[in-house]
C-alpha cells in the first residue's frame, strides 16, 4: 500500500482481503449453465459488433459541443448550397436567419478567466475547513482555508492551471464530525452520485 | 544469443489464461473450467465484500463467469483476462445491488460466510470478519468499490478507471471519501 493509511482502515482493508471461504461445489455449478449456453466464436462476436445496438454515455457539456457541431456542419452545408447557385436546391429563393448561439459561456458553467480562484464557504459552526479537489489529490490537508475577521467566512486562493476541475470543502464540526459540502455557488459535477455532490469549475478559455 | 520477441516476458496466468481461452474457442468447453477455476476465489472475495451477501454474491459470480463466456469472442488478447473478467464483474455486482437496493440490508455474518464451506479453510475470529462487513456494507456502493479496488484487490488507479469507466480524479476522491467514513463508522462501531 503506497499511501498512508489511518491504522483502522488499514487494519480494515487487511482483514477484508483475507480469502473468503468458497462452496467447492460453485465452480461446477458455474460449468453446468456454460454447456448449456451457445458456444462463443470470434465470428460471432465480429458480426455481433456491427449489429448490437450500443449506448454512447456523454457529459451535457460535449452532447452540447457535439449538437453545436452538427448545427455548424448544416449551417456550412446550406452556405455551400447558396453559394453556389445563389439558390437552395429546391430553386426557392430564402435567407437564412442567424440562428442564436446554442449556450452562452454564462449557461456552461462557471468561466473565470484568471488562473488564481478564489474559493469562499461561509461555514460559522466549523473548527475548520478545507478545499479538496483534483487538483490536490483530495487531499483535506493540502488546502486549508482561513476564517475572515468577520468569523463565518472561510477562504483561500490558489492557483489552477487551465481546465476543468472537482472539488468540495471538508468542514470540521467542533464536535469531531467531518462533512464532504459542496460549493453552492457553483455548477454541481455530474459524475458523483453520492449524496454530498462535487462542484466544477473551469479555469480558463481552454476549458469550455 | 537470440533475443525474446518483444512481449516475451509476461505473467505465466497471462499466457495460461490466453491458451485457455484459445481452447475454449476453439470448442474446448472443459478449458473453461480452468478459468473459473483460476479466478472463482478472487472473485467470490470482491463480490462478497461488495454485496455482503453470500445469496447475491454467488449470483453475481455465476452471471459473470456465464457472461464472460458467452462474449469471449470478443476478448482481445491484448488486455490481461483477469481486467477484462473484472470489468464483467464489477457491473454485475451494481446490478445486483441495484435490483435488491429495496431490500433489507443484511449484514453479512460468519457463520453464512462458512456455510457449506470444508473445514480446511482458513479459521479467525469471525468477529473480526463481522465487524468489517458491516462497516463495509456501510458505505456508499460506488465509495465501497472504489475501497475495494484499491486497498483489497490493489488496483492502480489508471486500472480502476479501465474497469469502473469512472475518472482517476473521481476515483481518487471516492477513495479519499470511504477512508474517511470507514475510519468514522468503525470508531462509532467500536464504541457501540
Known amino acids: ?208 | 544469443m537470440t533475443r525474446p520477441p518483444r512481449g516475451w516476458v509476461i505473467a505465466k496466468d497471462m499466457s495460461d489464461d490466453a491458451a485457455d481461452v484459445q481452447r475454449v474457442l476453439s470448442g474446448d468447453v472443459d478449458a473453461y473450467a480452468k478459468l473459473v477455476d483460476r479466478y472463482y476465489d478472487r472473485c467470490a472475495r470482491f463480490a462478497i465484500r461488495m454485496l455482503g451477501n453470500r445469496d447475491d454474491a454467488e449470483d453475481a459470480l455465476q452471471s459473470t463467469f456465464l457472461r464472460a463466456y458467452r462474449a469471449l469472442g470478443r476478448y482481445q488478447e491484448r488486455d490481461r483476462f483477469s481486467a477484462w473478467l473484472y470489468r464483467i464483474l464489477v457491473n454485475q455486482c451494481r446490478s445486483i445491488a441495484a435490483r435488491r437496493a429495496h431490500r433489507e440490508r443484511v449484514f453479512v455474518r460468519e457463520e453464512a460466510l462458512l456455510l457449506n464451506a470444508p473445514d480446511k479453510r482458513p479459521a479467525w475470529s469471525g468477529e473480526d470478519e463481522e465487524l468489517v462487513q458491516r462497516v463495509l456494507n456501510e458505505l456508499d456502493p460506488l465509495l465501497r468499490e472504489a475501497f475495494l479496488l484499491k486497498y483489497v484487490e490493489e488496483l492502480s488507479y489508471e486500472e480502476m478507471a479501465a474497469l469502473t469507466g469512472a475518472g482517476v480524479s473521481a476515483l481518487k476522491m471516492r477513495v479519499k471519501r470511504a477512508c474517511d467514513r470507514l475510519r468514522e463508522r468503525w470508531e462509532r462501531i467500536r464504541d457501540d
Not at chain 1, 6 to 31: C, G
Open chain 1, 1 to 208: 500500500m503506497t499511501d498512508q493509511l489511518d491504522p483502522y482502515v488499514e487494519w480494515i482493508a487487511r482483514e477484508a482481503k483475507r480469502p473468503v471461504a468458497v462452496d467447492p461445489m460453485a465452480v461446477e455449478r458455474v460449468m453446468a449453465r456454460v454447456r448449456l449456453a451457445e458456444r462463443p466464436s470470434r465470428r460471432a462476436a465480429r458480426w455481433r459488433w456491427f449489429v448490437e445496438p450500443r449506448s454512447l454515455p456523454l457529459s451535457p457539456i460535449v452532447g452540447a459541443a457535439l449538437a453545436a457541431g452538427l448545427v455548424g456542419i448544416g449551417v456550412f452545408l446550406g452556405h455551400l448550397n447558396i453559394d453556389r447557385g445563389g439558390q437552395n436546391p429546391t430553386g426557392r429563393s430564402e435567407t437564412v436567419a442567424p440562428r442564436p448561439p446554442l449556450a452562452s459561456s454564462r449557461d456552461t458553467s462557471i468561466i473565470r478567466d484568471t488562473s488564481v480562484i478564489k474559493f469562499v464557504l461561509v461555514a460559522p459552526h466549523a473548527a475548520n475547513v478545507a478545499v479538496v479537489g483534483d487538483f490536490n489529490n483530495w487531499d483535506a490537508k493540502a488546502t486549508p482555508m482561513t476564517r475572515t475577521k468577520t468569523g463565518g467566512t472561510w477562504s483561500v486562493a490558489i492557483q489552477l492551471p487551465p481546465g476543468r476541475h472537482v472539488y468540495a470543502f471538508v468542514v470540521n464540526g467542533a464536535n469531531g464530525t467531518t462533512q464532504w459540502v459542496a460549493d453552492p455557488t457553483a455548477p454541481l459535477a455530474p459524475e458523483d452520485g453520492l449524496g454530498a455532490p462535487n462542484s466544477v469549475v473551469l479555469v480558463g478559455g481552454s476549458a469550455s
